[in-house]
């Protein structure tokens, strides 16, 4: 077995790909839709591609920045970096394609996209991963910030395969269902096992809203995760616009 790379090791670190829509899939409560529907799912299919780099900061553990351009319909992606020796890496690729990849493309390059996507576009997936329990535990206390939010707990279950099974996430909406803050709790035994950060810096990328700024502790270390240098193509223009 290969040693991981970088990209792979931070993948595990947050997020990771979940089964989609399965037969026999929980109930979702409405909040599942309403929320999606917040960040631009009905018009979704508007977007012909969007540009952004994710960043992570946790001071004296961890920095590094990934440039990504996903064109949604044809599932192409094209991603800029490093490898794990610091070594500049670019790539594009299709996803329907990816076994015949080279294997920097399929076991690091593929799994860091899903990672930053499901920053990137976490309420849809909330709405289009049909593997995972949604309830709606109404208004709590929120973990970092004053008052009271409405806590939606997402939770994929261990035998749902994907990268990190058995993760559970804690949305805190506002009343205009919103996220405010977010808990994350890792399913497995690898470190960071809790995640706690809030959703702020706000942007429309075309029909898209994106919280651009996420600041909070992993497993107690301050923690930095945000987007930056986001734009966005819409259907019929090749004039990329700046998120705003």
């Given at each position: 077995m290969t040693k991981p790379g970088r990209s792979t090791v931070i993948r595990c670190l947050f997020f990771g790909a979940l089964a989609l829509a399965t037969s026999g899939a929980p109930?979702?409560?409405?909040?599942a839709e309403q929320l999606a529907k917040t960040y631009g799912l009905d018009s979704f299919g508007q977007l012909d591609a969007i540009r952004y780099t994710f960043n992570i900061q946790i001071p004296g553990l961890l920095s590094l920045s990934r440039s990504w351009?996903?064109?949604?319909?044809?599932?192409q992606v094209s991603y800029e970096g490093k490898d794990k020796d610091g070594?500049?890496?670019k790539a594009t690729y299709l996803r329907s394609q990816l076994n015949s990849q080279p294997a920097n493309v399929k076991d690091e390059i593929e799994p860091a996209f899903v990672n930053d996507q499901y920053w990137l576009i976490f309420p849809f997936?909330?709405?289009?991963d049909g593997s995972a329990d949604v309830q709606d535990m109404g208004a709590q206390k929120l973990p970092l910030g004053k008052g009271s939010a409405k806590?939606?707990?997402v939770k994929y279950p261990a035998e749902a395969?994907?990268?990190?099974?058995?993760?559970?996430?804690e949305l805190y909406l506002g009343a205009d269902n919103r996220v405010e803050e977010m808990v994350y709790h890792r399913g497995g035994p690898k470190k960071p096992s809790l995640l706690a950060v809030s959703w702020t810096g706000y942007k429309k990328a075309g029909p898209l809203l994106i919280s651009t700024e996420h600041r909070g502790t992993a497993d107690g270390n301050p923690a930095r995760v945000f987007f930056s240098n986001v734009s966005f193509k819409l259907t019929g223009s090749d004039k990329w616009v700046d998120a705003q």
């Open positions: 109930t979702r409560p409405p909040i351009v996903w064109e949604p319909k044809t599932g070594k500049p890496v997936h909330v709405y289009w806590r939606v707990v395969g994907g990268y990190t099974p058995g993760d559970t996430w």
